[in-house]
């Protein structure tokens, strides 16, 4: 039935950088989602969007989201938010996803930040750099909204991996840690999984692909 298996990065092979961004609120003594919540207001056009879409540079994102979390109340920048992108790589969604590229397709499809690098390579680190890399090298294909000029949930980015695979959306499944961006994912046809940890993620792979990824 499933001829691929498209995942997103960062939150789903990586661990989620929400996590960071709730360290980080109470350490400031922000709202806790405070930044989430400028992230969905306006989300099609505010500076996170315009930043992975490659409208706007680092720079401009900088000044861009101070003057939105300043108009929430609070001062926050965006190279601060930036910092705090680059999770932990999941190993058992790593060795998920070699189990399945030695059967099936798979793919990418990555929200991204154009000179930060692809998925969630933002590490400063250059050995967790490097782990991020290597991981990214295992998809067969990857589509990054900063040079496709488009992001989630916009309907386009998973018809051009659909497209760029060789495939129908009703042969793929889709995995994301965000529930946005699985909606048209689903409503093209693909199969859904909102990933809320690795384990998690991994049964309901394992039930919908028949076989053991552990």
């Not at 056009?45 to 900088?62: H, M």
């Not at 690098?117 to 967790?128: L, T, V």
């Not at 309907?155 to 994301?176: H, K, S, V, W």
Request: glycine share 8%; net charge neutral; aromatic share 6%.
């Amino acid at each position: 039935m499933f001829k691929a298996v498209l995942w997103d990065f960062g939150g789903v092979m990586t661990s989620s950088p929400f996590e960071a961004f709730n360290r980080f609120e109470k350490e400031q003594g922000l709202p806790k989602d405070f930044i989430r919540s400028i992230n969905a207001t306006n989300p099609h056009t505010n500076a996170w969007a315009q930043l992975e879409s490659a409208e706007i540079d680092v720079q401009d994102f900088d000044l861009l989201f101070a003057a939105e979390a300043r108009a929430k109340g609070h001062t926050v920048r965006g190279q601060q938010v930036l910092g705090l992108l680059s999770g932990s790589i999941r190993p058992e969604m790593v060795k998920a996803l070699t189990l399945i590229k030695a059967k099936l397709q798979v793919g990418c499809i990555t929200n991204n930040v154009k000179s930060l690098g692809s998925g969630a390579g933002m590490a400063k680190d250059p050995q967790r750099t490097a782990q991020f890399e290597a991981v990214m090298a295992l998809f067969d294909t990857v589509i990054e909204s900063s040079k496709a000029g488009i992001r989630k949930p916009d309907p386009r980015i998973y018809t051009l991996a659909c497209e760029t695979m060789g495939i129908n959306p009703t042969e793929a499944i889709f995995l994301d840690d965000l529930g946005i961006n699985l909606k048209p994912a689903k409503a093209l046809g693909m199969t859904t999984i909102k990933v809320l940890d690795a384990s998690q993620a991994i049964i309901e792979l394992e039930t919908h692909l028949q076989m053991s990824l552990r």
